[in-house]
């Protein structure tokens, strides 16, 4: 790997002194809502990113699922700078034919309905808790039931959806109307339901939860209930979707070898979208797509020019070079490779889990690895990733005790070995020391 090259050793006494530089702009003006790693990046190009030394890493975490096509890819370069002269905003007040046709795009890839446009998942969300509130307000049904460990976003009410307390702590009182019910769990979804409830909202795979995947019997099952109850059946596939696991939707792929027709009644989209270009969408059923009626919701950069432009390309890329159908084969490539390295290392790789490139490797918790011992405030996963950043590759933390990987679906195979090779090193190394 790049970090053995004798260039980089000779590198290596000049290299606190830009990053500290930017560090120290952020400790001064930047709110410190995050936790970051020490690195700072400068550039990037397909799966790999550059720091302020030139040190390579590859990017096996994929800014949190976000580069589906990489980074600079030459169309999307191409085609910001086209759309950027003509047309970059135009308000809602008026037409544009661009959202117009992603809109179509996507209602193709889903089933038949409407979409509204927005920047970011957690707004995508907000317009699903809208839907739900509208729908119910007749009767005075509110309630929208969301799974424990799940993730939909850091706005107010996407706290109060989030099914887990680290989220809210601080930020109560919570906005009513959320309750949490175990993920998988269709017994107790049905126990939990009130008068007041009008929807569930759930993610095709749980992502800052750890990755795990709804199975096809909850799914079926959960649309079955919400048919009988009256309900919406909202799904989350901010993370999931957009062909990572090799179907648009994690929920497509996870059904695709049940019989008939499953449909959520809404889907929230972003993350993978515009590969970075801010954008977020929601798709709504034909039954229920009028429900947000004109004046009920809306954003100022929804669906602006630019932002459409992004991911009518992306969709293009995927598309035409099949890369979903790699997704697919490369993401069960890697999970078995994965789990091979997890016979070898049982003690400290718990269990290996995923659906085409996105992956989640759980780690024991750092009480019980040596190497870890010394931090036991900082989870496993967090340790194991900094080791990882040694070794020139990305990944991302979910939780305390799971490794994230959510590469770019046009990572190749020998690239994708590379990182396999590091994680390997990296878990070996990890497993030596006492
Ligand atoms: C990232 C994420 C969100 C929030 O998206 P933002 O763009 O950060 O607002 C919501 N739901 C899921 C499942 C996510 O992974």
Redo the contacts with the bound molecule.
């Keep these: 790997m790049t970090r053995e090259d004798p260039i980089d050793k000779k590198q290596q006494p000049m290299v606190s002194d830009p990053t500290r530089r930017v560090q120290q702009l952020f400790e001064q003006y930047v709110v410190p809502s995050y936790v970051r790693f020490p690195l700072v990046f400068e550039r990037g190009m397909g799966p790999y990113l550059w720091d302020l030394q030139g040190q390579r890493y590859l990017d096996l975490g994929g800014g949190?699922?976000v580069t589906v096509v990489g980074h600079a890819h030459p169309r999307l370069v191409k085609v910001i700078q086209e759309q950027a002269s003509k047309l970059m905003h135009v308000s809602n007040v008026y037409y544009h034919e661009l959202p117009g046709l992603l809109a179509k795009r996507l209602v193709e890839r889903i089933g038949p309905g409407k979409v509204f446009f927005c920047n970011?998942?957690?707004?995508a969300?907000e317009a699903l808790f809208k839907l739900a509130r509208k729908f119910g307000s007749e009767e005075g049904r509110f309630e929208i039931l969301t799974a424990v460990n799940s993730?939909?976003?850091?706005t107010l009410a996407?706290i109060a959806a989030t099914g887990q307390n680290k989220v809210k702590r601080g930020f109560e009182p919570m906005p009513a109307g959320f309750r949490h019910v175990p993920f998988n769990d269709l017994h107790a979804i049905e126990e939990a339901l009130s008068p007041a409830t009008v929807a569930i909202l759930i993610?095709g795979i749980q992502?800052?939860g750890g990755i795990y995947i709804a199975d096809p019997d909850y799914l079926l099952g959960l649309r079955e209930l919400c048919d009988k109850r009256n309900l919406l059946l909202l799904m989350?596939e901010?993370?999931?979707g957009q062909y990572r696991t090799g179907c648009f939707h994690s929920y497509q792929r996870i059904l695709e070898k049940t019989e008939g027709q499953f449909l959520p009644d809404g889907v929230?989209m972003?993350?993978g979208l515009g590969n970075g270009f801010p954008i977020?969408a929601v798709w709504i059923r034909d039954k229920y797509a009028d429900l947000l009626g004109p004046g009920s919701h809306g954003s100022t950069f929804g669906g602006n020019p630019l932002a459409c432009a992004v991911a009518l390309e992306v969709l293009d890329i995927i598309e035409e070079e099949r890369l979903h159908e790699r997704a697919r084969v490369l993401g069960d490539w890697l999970l078995a490779e994965l789990n091979r390295m997890r016979k070898r290392f049982s003690g400290l790789v718990q269990d290996v889990r995923g659906l085409g490139l996105m992956v989640g490797i759980e780690l024991a918790p750092s009480e019980r690895i040596p190497a870890f011992q010394r931090q036991p405030e900082r989870g496993s996963a967090a340790q194991f990733i900094e080791r990882l950043h040694k070794r020139g590759v990305l990944a991302i933390p979910a939780g305390r005790q799971v490794v994230r990987l959510l590469p770019p679906l046009n990572v190749t195979e020998q690239q994708l070995r590379e990182g396999l090779v590091a994680i390997e090193l990296t878990v070996e190394e990890i497993s030596k020391e006492v």
Aim: glycine fraction near 22%; aromatic fraction near 4%; include cysteine.
């Design positions: 949190i699922a970011s998942g957690a707004e969300n993730f939909h976003g850091r996407g993610e992502g800052e989350d901010v993370q999931c929230s972003a993350k977020g």
